[in-house]
């Protein structure tokens, strides 16, 4: 067997199982806060939202068939279809870049990565639509700078990059950054691309499919990016060393530690002038993925930011982490199948999904349970809930509504209200939408996001409305500071426990508001009033 079809049968089995656990993982585990909300990109299609362009609400209608299919597994098909091509896609860069190993190393360590397998490959965010379309428009840079610019395939492939670039800026706004990073190095390295009319209609191209995000914004006030904009401001000059360094740790740990160890290998080897023949590639990858980490850490010494921003940027420097193994370990005969350090970078992600399925399973880690008679947790905080115990919320909710609506305490047309839009998107996914019970919010639009405009399309609040408030031991608040002046009573709350493992672990909190006495100064979100304040 040659050295190209050995490589395309280790990459179709490492397709297969890798998409595999991702299907179970994504079965076994219910969906998280933001996951459970961009379900309502889907069931509320509009040309852009509040925090995210409309990819990821598109990849969810077509995966799950428009919401026929809606379990955890089939709003996720999407990302687990987006991560399996993403490692075939970066296959293809490394490629590219050498030959069969090198795309085959890029391969082993795309799976290897925590962001790509799991937080993109995985969860559906719009990281997993955005890492598709900005691995494709990687892929076509690739081609096109080595081509050069007088190369006769060098207009088309700018015109695809065009769509692709387009696409991505569709499903998140950082991919804003496969611009600058092209741009910077036609700026930096080769200028006669700047003479070339395929360049400025492929940002056409790319600006015509972001269209729809422009209008939307235009329609609310620009409302989306001055909220984007607001994450990342700098408006304080006092240093936070403690939020460099949880954004480096995040980056590291997202990449997985052992990938992160080849991508520093790979940038110090090209720095010392190794891969002088992959000089126009590498260097696209370096502007386009470099300007992203340094940014990302630069704001995280002012403002709290999240690792996975720069997620996208170090999945582009795997190709170069993947060229790095292949001079390193092939030394003149066939180069390893797996290199030690792959084997590690892949051992420790398979054991933190072991730990992880472990965790949510049986909480055999952070399972210290809660005080019984006060409702506080016991030992350190367990993130893992988050993603546990709605469906056991749900079993004992359901029994509550049934004995108010047949014994008349609750009014037959009650809702769900709540305050933040998580977790009112768990809620609305698991308790509210099985029982046929509507979802609203009441606050002001920062803290509500695209349920401001969904308490709307729900037909909003009227006087005696009667409404169920929702509050647990885990992320406690009290609906008595919240709207006592907009109902007539609050009962006190009824208790619902959860248990992992034989093991109480949660309380939810159910209160009954009485008969809405109040609807004035209620949130809007048309262009004059979306500031609301609460």
């Not at 691995?135 to 015109?159: N, T």
């Not at 607001?230 to 990938?259: C, H, K, M, W």
């Not at 892949?346 to 809660?370: D, E, P, T, Y």
């Not at 014994?407 to 099985?434: C, E, T």
């Amino acid at each position: 067997m040659n050295a190209a079809l050995f490589h395309k049968h280790r990459l179709a089995l490492l397709l297969i199982v890798s998409a595999a656990i991702r299907l179970f993982l994504a079965a076994f585990i219910e969906l998280g806060n933001d996951e459970v909300y961009y379900i309502n990109y889907a069931l509320f299609p509009d040309l852009s939202h509040f925090d995210h362009p409309p990819m990821v609400g598109w990849f969810i209608q077509l995966f799950s068939l428009n919401l026929l299919f809606d379990s955890e597994a089939f709003i996720r098909l999407g990302a687990i279809v987006a991560g399996t091509l993403n490692t075939w896609i970066i296959y293809l860069i490394g490629k590219q870049l050498k030959d069969e190993l090198t795309g085959w190393y890029a391969a082993l360590l795309c799976t290897a990565s925590i962001y790509c397998f799991i937080i993109a490959g995985t969860f559906m965010m719009p990281d997993a639509p955005q890492t598709f379309f900005w691995l494709g428009s990687i892929y076509l840079m690739i081609r096109l700078v080595k081509a050069g610019p007088d190369s006769k395939a060098a207009g088309k492939l700018m015109l695809l990059a065009g769509i692709t670039a387009g696409l991505a800026l569709l499903s998140k706004y950082t991919s804003v950054f496969l611009f600058s990073g092209l741009g910077l190095y036609f700026l930096l390295f080769d200028r006669k691309w700047l003479k070339k009319w395929q360049v400025y209609v492929a940002v056409l191209i790319a600006g015509v499919l972001f269209l729809p995000v422009i209008i939307w914004n235009i329609r609310y006030d620009f409302i989306s990016f001055t909220f984007h904009s607001e994450r990342v401001e700098v408006i304080q000059t006092l240093l936070r060393p403690d939020l460099f360094a949880i954004e480096l740790g995040g980056q590291i740990f997202y990449s997985n530690p052992f990938v992160f160890v080849v991508v520093i290998a790979g940038l110090i080897g090209f720095r010392k002038g190794r891969f002088s023949e992959n000089k126009p590639e590498i260097r696209l990858l370096l502007t386009t993925a470099l300007p992203v980490i340094v940014l990302f850490l630069g704001f995280s010494l002012f403002r709290r930011t999240l690792p996975h921003w720069t997620g996208p940027a170090y999945m582009t420097l795997i190709p170069l982490a993947a060229l790095y193994l292949r001079e390193s370990t092939l030394k003149g005969r066939e180069g390893r199948l797996i290199p030690p350090i792959v084997k590690g970078a892949l051992g420790f992600l398979i054991l933190l999904i072991m730990v992880a399925l472990l965790q949510f399973s049986q909480g055999w880690f952070l399972n210290k349970g809660i005080n019984p008679e006060t409702g506080k947790r016991l030992g350190i905080k367990d993130i893992t809930l988050d993603m546990y115990g709605w469906e056991q919320l749900y079993d004992g909710f359901k029994l509550v509504y049934e004995q108010d609506t047949v014994s008349g305490r609750m009014g037959k047309d009650a809702v769900i209200l709540q305050q933040r839009w998580f977790p009112a998107a768990n809620l609305d996914y698991y308790v509210a939408r099985p029982l046929g019970i509507k979802l609203l919010t009441l606050a002001d639009i920062e803290r509500t996001h695209k349920y401001a405009w969904i308490t709307q399309y729900r037909g909003g609040f009227h006087l005696g409305m009667d409404a169920y408030y929702f509050s647990s031991s885990y992320d406690f608040s009290d609906p008595n500071g919240l709207y006592k002046d907009y109902f007539t009573a609050i009962d006190t709350p009824d208790t619902i426990p959860v248990y992992r493992n034989g093991l109480l672990i949660e309380y939810h909190y159910v209160w009954r508001l009485k008969s809405m006495k109040k609807t004035a100064d209620l949130p809007s979100v048309s262009s004059a009033s979306l500031r609301f304040r609460f």
